[in-house]
């Protein structure tokens, strides 16, 4: 985990005291991704700073910016590059040298040999800038499966030639003096998706690379060039699924995930294990135990007050079989309002993922024993593991006719249910199912996801999206895997957009914010491979979701932990709601407090708390969205704008 900033200015001749002000500001925004060192880079036309946490030769020669050896290349690079020691001896094959044993040095090096071919080369989870001199070009990258961000904004000058200012998170940018102004559309696509998917941000003026995008600035060709961003990697989903044997086939899944879990176990520092109690953080510390033995892996784990979301005695069952060092801490609605600052301060953009929130306790508590620590991030998207996997077919069977008088039932029930707070209790699980409408696969489950849907928008913003489809970009998306299977389309919509923009999201500010690097596994590029291969009723059938994986797993986990109902890393935000968080919610959501700030509809909101504190209907996703839109534009929103200059 690290995190890193620059600016392109093709007019600048020199380094002058503004520039490194301006880069400084940024940089140390992003301390505590990497709270291990900090080092800039000056030269005509550009600026490079970074902050690293130093998980890999701890030694000088892995700091950042970091330079090759001709002094042409330069480099600031966030995450790690797992394939990078069969690449150096590949490289050394080729007459490359090197001072240490980073991986940055050998992407470095990589991409001096491959040029821009150099992200077709390398295994990892990454975000990195590369400013070559000779050519005045700027070369930046995205990981895969958007493990690692990168942000960008250009900016217009009067009589001169744009600026454009990268790095690891918009607080960097914001720091530099960017546009504050809200993007009204990006604030369309939060309120339905519960995040803001790429290219947009929440900012009118910051853009964010997709995963598995490039991007090119060559101000050697035209100065007031706009940056080129394109595709270089998308999921490798087929036309045809391979014809496995279930036995033979779950032991290739078992031998990836070792392979994998080993690669992300090389380090300099101490490794952990981040373990819920659920199949796919418990397969990885099991892979990791299979690697190591027993007593050699540290576990950590949180537990809720709220029985109905506690997984913490599943966690321990696990820690107890596998016998690694298990550490468990406790959240209630105090330590939560204890979290909610510093929350705020780590979410430059609103996310609605209330467990942003234990993930942030998690990832400290992990880091104060470990600087590196596993995850289970993955298994849910890649071998179907959402309660929505089971609820398509039976959202498809209620579109026929011939179902048009249970639906009709289904609907009346949900209407006279009584709310409650408890973790997917069958209210919502009804009122969120008949959302989905007649809609393709991942339109579908998007609406399922969603906290509003786009015909909810105009009672709640007014005109200014009117005009706007949210849901747009996704159908265009939709479209494009129209040809494959139906339970690929899903495989791509929550590995590409769910997975990325949220959970990648999720995990990467709590443990940036602790100065933790926190890895998948599971999201490891030749597991992500074999999963597309994998036939569909492999991955789910009829109720069960993670046939293959429960399979490759049975006899190494418990049969409880296999065989249990699927429970998410959530929290009891609907009860919080209507009790400790009433007045936090009531004060934020103030009718003259939405009038004064003009962006939501006060007599549209009321109603939503008066429907959930009442009882009448369980509005949480929306009330919770609202909330932590709210206390982000408290902390980073507002009227505020200035140029970089």
Not at 63 to 91: C, K, W
Not at 101 to 122: K, M
Not at 406 to 430: M, Q
Not at 512 to 538: I, Y
């Amino acid at each position: 985990m690290c995190g890193f900033a620059g600016i392109v200015d093709p007019d600048f001749p020199a380094i002058t005291p503004q520039v490194r002000s301006t880069l400084g500001r940024m940089t140390a925004t992003l301390r505590p991704r990497g709270p291990d060192g900090e080092g800039t880079f000056f030269a005509p036309g550009i600026a490079l700073g970074h902050q690293r946490l130093a998980v890999l030769d701890l030694s000088p020669s892995g700091a950042q910016p970091m330079t090759d050896a001709s002094g042409t290349l330069h480099l600031v690079h966030n995450g790690e590059i797992y394939n990078f020691l069969d690449l150096r001896a590949e490289l050394l094959g080729r007459g490359h040298q090197f001072r240490g044993r980073s991986d940055s040095e050998v992407l470095l090096a990589a991409y001096a040999e491959w040029g821009d071919a150099v992200v077709d080369h390398i295994e990892g989870m990454f975000a990195f800038a590369i400013w070559d001199e000779p050519r005045r070009r700027l070369f930046a990258a995205r990981d895969r499966m958007g493990k690692k961000p990168l942000y960008f904004a250009q900016v217009e000058r009067p009589g001169a030639a744009p600026l454009f200012a990268f790095a690891s998170e918009c607080k960097a940018l914001l720091a530099a003096g960017l546009d504050r102004r809200l993007d009204h559309e990006a604030l369309a696509q939060y309120l339905v998706h519960e995040y803001v998917p790429p290219p947009r941000t929440i900012f009118a003026g910051i853009r964010k690379l997709d995963a598995g995008e490039r991007l090119v600035l060559d101000v050697a060709r035209d100065p007031r060039a706009r940056p080129d961003v394109a595709r270089y990697w998308d999921l490798p989903l087929v036309d045809r699924h391979a014809d496995l044997d279930p036995a033979g086939a779950a032991e290739d899944l078992w031998t990836l995930l070792r392979r994998s879990v080993e690669r992300r176990l090389c380090a300099d520092v101490p490794v952990g294990i981040l373990l819920s109690g659920g199949i796919d953080s418990s397969a990885v510390a099991a892979a990791a135990v299979s690697l190591t033995g027993r007593d050699q892996i540290a576990s950590f784990s949180i537990g809720f007050s709220d029985p109905t979301f506690d997984e913490s005695a599943h966690a321990r069952a696990v820690a107890q079989h596998l016998g690694t060092r298990h550490h468990e801490e406790r959240l209630d609605a105090a330590g939560m309002l204890q979290l909610l600052p510093a929350v705020e301060r780590i979410l430059d953009e609103p996310l609605a993922d209330a467990s942003i929130i234990p993930t942030t306790l998690l990832a400290r508590f992990a880091r104060a024993h470990v600087k590196v620590a596993l995850g289970g991030d993955g298994g849910d998207e890649l071998f179907a593991g959402y309660p929505t996997f089971t609820a398509d077919p039976i959202a498809r069977w209620l579109l026929h006719p011939l179902a048009a008088p249970i639906a009709g039932a289904a609907r009346r029930l949900t209407a006279a249910l009584p709310a409650s707070s408890d973790y997917f209790s069958l209210d919502f699980r009804l009122h969120q199912l008949l959302r989905g409408g007649p809609t393709p696969g991942p339109i579908r489950h998007q609406r399922w996801l969603a906290s509003f849907v786009p015909e909810e928008l105009p009672a709640l913003l007014g005109d200014r999206v009117r005009d706007f489809d949210p849901l747009a970009e996704l159908g265009r998306l939709a479209d494009r895997w129209q040809r494959f299977h139906p339970a690929d389309r899903l495989l791509a919509f929550y590995a590409r957009r769910y997975l990325a923009g949220d959970v990648n999201v999720k995990v990467d500010r709590a443990a940036g914010a602790a100065g933790l690097e926190v890895r998948a596994p599971l999201l490891d590029g030749d597991l992500v491979r074999f999963a597309c291969l994998v036939p569909p009723r492999l991955r789910h059938r009829h109720a069960t979701g993670k046939i293959l994986l429960k399979r490759a797993l049975r006899g190494r986990l418990p049969d409880g932990i296999l065989d249990r109902k699927k429970q998410g890393f959530a929290v009891p935000v609907a009860r919080w709601l209507r009790q400790e968080l009433r007045p936090l919610l009531n004060d934020e959501l103030a009718p003259d407090r939405l009038r004064q700030q003009g962006i939501f509809d006060p007599a549209t909101v009321q109603t939503l708390i008066d429907d959930h504190q009442q009882s009448r209907r369980d509005r949480r996703k929306q009330l919770w969205t609202l909330l932590s839109f709210q206390r982000w534009w408290a902390t980073w929103g507002g009227p505020e704008a200035s140029a970089l200059t």
